[in-house]
Structure formats: C-alpha cells, structure tokens
C-alpha cells in the first residue's frame, strides 16, 4: 500500500482558485487509480474525480466537472487537483486516495480504495 499526505488547502473566497496535491510514497504508483474525495460536516464523504490507473482515464462529479481538474505525475509520485471558480458548497475536507488496480466501474465508492490521506480543509467564503 502507498502512504498519502495531502497539501493546499486552505480559506478562499468564492470565484478563487486552489490546486491541493498529494505525495504518495511507496512502491508502484502508476498502478494504482489515484482519486479525491470530500466530505462536509455531516454528510457522506463523496466522489470528486478520479484518474484511473493504466490509461488515465479521466471522470469527474457532475458538480465540479468544469471547473476541477485532476492530474498525476507518476515519475514524482504526486497527483494534484485544480480547483477554480470555487463556490461555497465546495467547502469541505478533501481527501486523497489509492486503490491498487482500481478498475473504472469501482471509482466513486469510497470504500474501494485502500489508502488515504489525512485530508486537507478546503473553505471557500460567499
């Protein structure tokens, strides 16, 4: 398994941008489906994007398609998200994760990823 940290969060005002990253270390990280989750006080955590190991194919919640992008370099280890237009529903704890030849059907359950990181607070401001 990878070990996860995240970094970038912090408070914005709606309209601004923010780009979160996160260090993976361990062996194999091309292999794994590297994704971001939030989850707000009181809810679920949910799916925000996920880049799919192999091919990197690319999906996105309907709720942030268009504004967040996500991209990884395997060669550092590092998969980050864009966030621009921030809005204030957008505020939230975000978390990375891996799951280890996640296939694309498995990506927006939280529970098929087998790592994560610490999260990273996300506050955008109306």
């Known amino acids: 398994q990878v070990q996860l940290v995240e970094s970038g969060g912090g408070l914005v005002q709606a309209g601004d941008s923010l780009k979160l990253s996160c260090a993976a270390s361990?062996?194999?990280?091309?292999?794994?489906?590297m994704g971001w989750f939030r989850q707000a006080p009181g809810k679920e955590r949910d799916f925000v994007a996920a880049?799919?190991?192999?091919?990197?194919?690319?999906h996105y919640a309907d709720s942030v398609k268009g504004r967040f992008t996500i991209s990884r370099d395997n060669a550092k280890k590092i998969v980050y998200l864009q966030m621009n237009s921030l809005k204030p529903e957008d505020t939230a704890v975000y978390y990375c994760?891996?799951?280890?030849?996640?296939?694309?059907?498995?990506?927006?359950?939280?529970?098929?990823?087998?790592?994560w990181g610490q999260g990273t607070q996300v506050t955008v401001s109306s």
């Open positions: 880049d799919v190991w192999g091919d990197d194919n690319i």
């Open positions: 994760a891996a799951g280890q030849y996640l296939l694309l059907r498995r990506i927006r359950d939280p529970r098929n990823f087998g790592s």
């Open positions: 361990g062996r194999a990280f091309s292999t794994y489906t």
